[in-house]
């Protein structure tokens, strides 16, 4: 007779699927004829944007376009302009863990941008994006307990109360970040680049408060010619709607870029900027419930199934700080840093070490006065020193004020960093997973005394006495005149009676 065992159902999420990939995407474009011939490209500058999301029954598709400007200096060398191109990108993962109804949380990143002169009318231009993508399929998560209708001694059980961390709330919000910035009167955009951060996440009932920033860094030339450089940093605070949270929640937010529009066509000195943006909330949360580990019977025989289960999970939250030094090396000697850009990418472990892409991007005149452009990506690599047991989940990247110098051969760059990570510690745990009762098959006790004497060790509890002499965990503190398995001291006698 098969027993039925009580059982706590808690809403989650199951992680069917995560990966990252990278696209390549060229495209080619022809000077319009209001413009003059290319003499040389200074560099190219753009920000990926998503597009559009579809799952289907083991595959996801994204779309994704990098709008880019390409800012050229004519064959007679005076002045400069921009050229404005768009590199469509079709990203495709393909998993069995992915599904139509999955909830997808994904990540972009520019890793290359390049552009080559095919002919001073003509350009081809390269974009290389980062891609992540994390799969959640709603699951009921089921923990097994006593016998729901327990018979007086027919079956002895032993419980623990286990905690974990699920995965308890996968949302996303769209919204639009609207500002306005002073900028030099007639001035002409050469590029711009957006980069996201995430500030503080607080939790409120079922909501999240979420802080962050969309720092953006503009080029632009003068009705003279002259190139200048402006950074923003534009503050938003936004509210999303999560579904019912435990007390304690570990939220992880992403942010995406849907849409990205700078105007400085005016005639004031007002430039107005648009972004559309994407946040998407991970949750995990804090649950509890009671797990049956183990039972025997003095009175039927029992065939008790068991199977592993992981309990523990996010423990705490860390921030670790590092400074990122690098030299990147220019073509030509620097005299002067016009601009400096970083975009971070997101974080993965890898070999025991927590690294992220960061690619530095550096406006800079050289001894001639023309303007020139470095771009290149170093990879920035943290250590967690946490105790043994312990693992660090990579979250969330930020960034400080970055620094910029000519050593002579090219440009030093000091850039503080932040990586957030989860502490993750857990546990396996041999849980019951079956009862089977064979009634009238009782086990066999008869030579076993009425009462057994034995010496309390460290490395040996009341339940393994109960079960190996016929007894109960209840019978053995009874005839102790003991509260608790907690009241027994190493090296104390104990009587155990046969219950059997």
């Known amino acids: 007779m098969e027993v039925k065992l009580s059982k706590t159902e808690l809403k989650g999420y199951d992680e069917a699927f995560s990966g990252m990939t990278e696209q390549e995407g060229t495209q080619e474009m022809v000077v319009p004829d209001t413009l003059p011939d290319i003499g040389a490209v200074v560099c190219t500058s753009g920000t990926p944007l998503i597009r559009s999301k579809d799952l289907s029954e083991g595959q996801l598709r994204m779309e994704v376009n990098v709008p880019a400007r390409i800012v050229c200096r004519p064959e007679d060398g005076q002045g400069v302009y921009a050229l404005e191109v768009n590199i469509p990108l079709t990203v495709v993962m393909e998993n069995t863990g992915i599904h139509e109804k999955s909830l997808c949380v994904s990540g972009l990143c520019l890793n290359a941008l390049e552009t080559r002169v095919l002919n001073p009318r ?17 699951e009921m998560i089921s923990v097994l307990g006593a016998p729901e209708e327990p018979q007086e001694g027919q079956i002895n059980v032993q419980e623990r109360e ?19 910035f002073a900028l030099p009167a007639g001035v002409r955009l050469l590029g711009q680049q957006t980069r996201l951060e995430v500030g503080e996440i607080n939790p409120v009932g079922t909501k999240l408060v979420v802080k962050g920033s969309a720092k953006s860094c503009l080029l632009y030339s003068t009705g003279e010619d002259e ?69 025997y019977s003095n009175r039927c025989a029992l065939t008790v199934e068991t199977g592993r289960c992981t309990t523990g999970g996010i423990q705490s939250e860390q921030t670790l700080r590092e400074t990122l030094r690098e030299t990147l090396q220019t073509p030509q000697p620097v005299s002067e840093i016009v601009q400096g850009c970083a975009a971070l990418c997101a974080p993965r472990a890898e070999d025991g070490a927590l690294t992220f892409p960061v690619t530095v991007c550096i406006y800079y005149r050289s001894a001639d006065g023309s303007l020139n452009a470095v771009r290149r990506s170093v990879q920035a690599r943290f250590s967690a020193q946490l105790p043994a047991g312990e693992t660090a989940i990579p979250v969330s990247v930020g960034a400080g004020t970055l620094t910029l110098a000519p050593d002579g051969t090219g440009v030093e760059v000091l850039l503080p960093l932040e990586l957030r990570i989860f502490v993750e510690e857990t546990e396996e745990l041999s849980c019951v997973t079956a009862i089977t009762c064979e009634e009238g098959a009782a086990p066999d006790f008869s030579d076993r005394p009425s009462l057994v004497i034995e010496r309390a060790g460290a490395d040996r509890d009341l339940w393994a006495a109960a079960r190996e002499n016929g007894s109960t965990v209840q019978g053995i503190l009874d005839a102790n005149g003991l509260e608790d398995a907690a009241a027994v001291v190493p090296g104390q006698m104990l009587l155990i009676p046969k219950m059997a």
Request: proline content about 4%.
């Open 122 to 138: 003509k350009v081809s231009v390269r974009a290389v994006v980062g891609a992540s993508a994390r799969c959640f399929l709603p």
């Open 162 to 180: 286990i905690s974990f961390t699920p995965v308890c709330a996968v949302t996303e919000k769209t919204f639009v970040l609207v500002d306005e």
């Open 227 to 295: 190139i200048g450089t402006a950074e923003y940093s534009t503050d938003f605070s936004q509210i999303i709607e999560a579904e019912e949270l435990p007390e304690t929640v570990f939220p992880e937010i992403a942010l995406l870029l849907s849409g990205a529009y700078y105007d400085v066509s005016g005639e004031n000195r007002t430039g107005k900027m648009e972004l559309h943006l994407v946040a998407q909330a991970v949750v995990y949360g804090k649950r509890s419930a009671v797990c049956l580990t183990d039972a």
